[in-house]
Nanobody
Framework: QVQFVESGGGLVQPGGSLRLSCAPS??????????LAWYRQTPGKQRELVAS???????SYADDVKGRFAISKDNAKNTIYLQMNSLTPEDTAVYYC????????WGQGTQVTVSS
């Protein structure tokens, strides 16, 4: 079963930016047909959907990240991205990517910490 590998997290000050990347553990032939998403989770809370992108590259965002985050997909590279701007401490979480519907096995995620 395919697993996704996330990268790009780190420590950033409030108001800063980060760009996350995610690629499957093996190349997926039908990647361009996949609706994919970024999720995040903080300790003690359920994993929540942050942004998704469908096979037509139409994005959708959770209300609290609209206007700050941008999801994109590069089918040639089998990779999706999450550009995060104007970060706040409330964005601190482990970020994961996966299928937007019926997620497969979760990867390790990438830690994003927003702190001064």
């Amino acid at each position: 079963q395919v697993q996704f590998v996330e990268s790009g997290g780190g420590l950033v000050q409030p108001g800063g930016s980060l760009r996350l990347s995610c690629a499957p553990s093996r190349r997926i032939f039908g990647f361009y047909l996949m609706a994919l998403a970024w999720y995040r989770q903080t300790p003690g809370k359920q994993r929540e959907l942050v942004a998704s992108i469908d096979k037509s590259n139409s994005p959708s965002y959770a209300d609290d990240v609209k206007g700050r985050f941008a999801i994109s997909k590069d089918n040639a590279k089998n990779t999706i991205y999450l550009q995060m701007n104007s970060l706040t401490p409330e964005d601190t979480a482990v970020y994961y990517c996966n299928r937007a519907v019926d997620p497969t096995t979760w990867g390790q995620g990438t830690q994003v910490t927003v702190s001064s």
